[in-house]
């Protein structure tokens, strides 16, 4: 049963200090997103990925927030430093998508990191 | 910008009847529309998509529609179970943004027994 996989599913930091969260895509799936969701925003895109090179980061706060895939397994974003504002459950998402497509299939998301900072 | 609007934002309905639940959209330049499932402290699990040029999707006890030219799609669950508690999410895929999904904030659904 292939499923996205994310670590840690719970993370209490204090303010000022650095976080990453990690994701391991579907195997074989070529495009991963990195979604935030808080009861006042909702769900929203910070960043996504195909075949492993950054497509779009325009939601993220590009001072604090950094993400990279160093491999076709992991997907990694990192908060330095880390604020309250930044508490929020973070979910990555993974899909196929054909070459020569243009728009989207089924994206299927992981369990999602709680964060709380303090 | 492209903005998903999902009322009511809570239902409340006894086990057994049908219900609908609305998503309205303001760009109808949309790939497609998706709904999906939320259940507490979980991910979000795709239910149904539809194509920009579909009307609409059958999952079992689920089928949804899109009417693109208004900007609405609807998710009518039959026989509704206990089970099916859960947050209703739906999501468009905007032309100017491929693979890029804009959410609504659900509508948290609770059916009783």
């Known amino acids: 049963d292939a499923r996205v996989t994310q670590t840690p599913r719970h993370k209490v930091t204090e303010m000022g200090q650095e976080v990453t969260m990690r994701c391991q895509p579907i195997?074989?799936?070529?495009?991963v997103f990195w979604y935030r969701q808080t009861m006042m925003q909702g769900l929203e895109l910070l960043a996504y990925f195909r075949n492993r090179a950054p497509l779009d980061d325009s939601g993220m706060p590009k001072d604090r927030f950094s993400a990279e895939m160093p491999d076709a397994t992991l997907a990694t974003l990192k908060i330095q430093p880390s604020e309250p504002r930044d508490s929020a459950v973070y979910f990555c998402a993974s899909g196929l998508v054909a070459k020569s497509a243009t728009q989207g299939e089924t994206q299927y998301f992981g369990p999602g990191t709680r964060l709380l900072v303090l | 910008k492209q903005e998903v609007t999902q009322i009511p934002a809570a239902l409340s309905v006894p086990e057994g009847e049908n219900l609908v639940l609305n998503c309205s959209f303001t760009d109808s330049a949309i790939y497609n529309l998706q709904w999906f499932r939320q259940d507490p402290g979980k991910g979000l699990t795709s239910l149904l998509l539809?194509?920009?040029?579909?009307r609409e999707q059958t999952s079992g006890r689920l089928n949804a529609s899109l009417d693109k030219s208004s900007g609405r799609s609807t998710l009518y669950i039959a026989a509704s179970q206990p089970g099916d508690s859960a947050t209703y999410l739906c999501a468009v895929e905007a032309f100017q943004g491929a693979q890029k999904l804009v959410f609504g904030q659900g509508t948290r659904l609770t059916i009783n027994p």
């Open positions: 195997l074989g799936h070529n495009t």
């Open positions: 539809i194509q920009s040029s579909q």
